[in-house]
C-alpha cells in the first residue's frame, strides 16, 4: 500500500512561485511512475507533470517552460517547482503514483490559489 501525502500549496500573487513536495511511505517510489494532476473548480482532473522510474519527464502544454517536476528516490519525495504562476493555475493539486502493473494511487491533495 502506497501512502502519498502534498505539501506545499497556498496563495501566492501571479507571477510568484510555489514548490509543492510530496512524501511516499510505504514503499520505495523508485518502482513507481509520479505525477502531479490537478482539478479546478468544475473541471476535470488533468496532468500536470508526470516523471517516469528514469526520470523522464512530460508536461502539459500550458504548464511547459514554468513547471518543473523532480524526484528523490532515496528520500521518497517529489517534487514540482511551480514559476510564473498564473490565476489560471489555481486548483487542487494532487500528487499520483502507478506502478508497473497499473495501480493508481492518490494523495489527499493540497490548494494552490493564484490571486492578488
Known amino acids: 500500500q502506497v501512502q502519498l501525502v502534498e505539501s506545499g500549496g497556498g496563495l501566492v500573487q501571479p507571477g510568484g512561485s510555489l514548490r509543492l513536495s510530496c512524501v511516499a511511505s510505504?514503499?520505495?517510489?523508485?518502482?513507481?511512475?509520479m505525477g502531479w494532476y490537478r482539478q479546478a473548480p468544475g473541471k476535470q482532473r488533468e496532468l500536470v507533470a508526470g516523471?517516469?522510474?528514469?526520470?523522464?519527464?512530460n508536461y502539459a502544454d500550458s504548464v511547459k517552460g514554468r513547471f518543473t517536476i523532480s524526484r528523490d528516490n532515496a528520500k521518497k519525495m517529489v517534487y514540482l517547482q511551480m514559476n510564473t504562476l498564473k490565476p489560471e493555475d489555481t486548483a487542487v493539486y494532487y500528487c499520483?503514483?502507478?506502478?508497473?502493473?497499473?495501480?493508481?494511487?492518490w494523495g489527499q491533495g493540497t490548494q494552490v490559489t493564484v490571486s492578488s
Open positions: 499520483n503514483a502507478e506502478s508497473m502493473s497499473g495501480n493508481t494511487y
Open positions: 510505504g514503499t520505495l517510489i523508485w518502482r513507481y511512475r
Open positions: 516523471i517516469t522510474q528514469n526520470s523522464g519527464t
